[in-house]
Nanobody, 124 residues
Framework: DVQLQASGGGLGQVGGSLRLSCSVA????????IGWFRQAPGKGREGVAC????????YYDDSAKGQSTIVSDNAKKMVYLLLRKLRPEDTAVYYCAVAPISRFGLNPGEYDYWGRGTQVTVGT
């Protein structure tokens, strides 16, 4: 079975940083793109960043450029999302998900498997 587990959320301070982790199991890492998404209260799920498990190609949503960094460790089947310069509007549940490599991008509808999410709360 495919299993994704997001962790690393918590309370962050404005201007601070948090590193989220996503462990992936039950699939061939190199055949998938791994994406990070978030859903703020009362809003839809939006893409943050994704990375190809095959060649490391990256893609960031415009809102995440300069503030987020996505990194993968293929040997460990882990994907990390570093959030910097935290703002209150970054408060959301963050999810990792996987899609076949042919669907590279940040369309949530293209992703087949989702983890449970980890809560990030940014306070002053």
């Amino acid at each position: 079975d495919v299993q994704l587990q997001a962790s690393g959320g918590g309370l962050g301070q404005v201007g601070g940083s948090l590193r989220l982790s996503c462990s992936v199991a039950g699939l061939i890492f190199e055949d998938y793109v791994i994406g990070w998404f978030r859903q703020a209260p009362g809003k839809g799920r939006e893409g943050v960043a994704c990375i190809s498990g095959r060649n490391g190609m990256l893609y960031y949503d415009d809102s995440a450029k300069g503030q987020s960094t996505i990194v993968s460790d293929n040997a460990k089947k882990m994907v990390y999302l570093l959030l910097r310069k935290l703002r209150p509007e970054d408060t959301a549940v963050y999810y990792c998900a996987v899609a076949p490599i042919s669907r590279f991008g940040l369309n949530p509808g293209e992703y087949d498997y989702w983890g449970r999410g980890t809560q990030v709360t940014v306070g002053t």
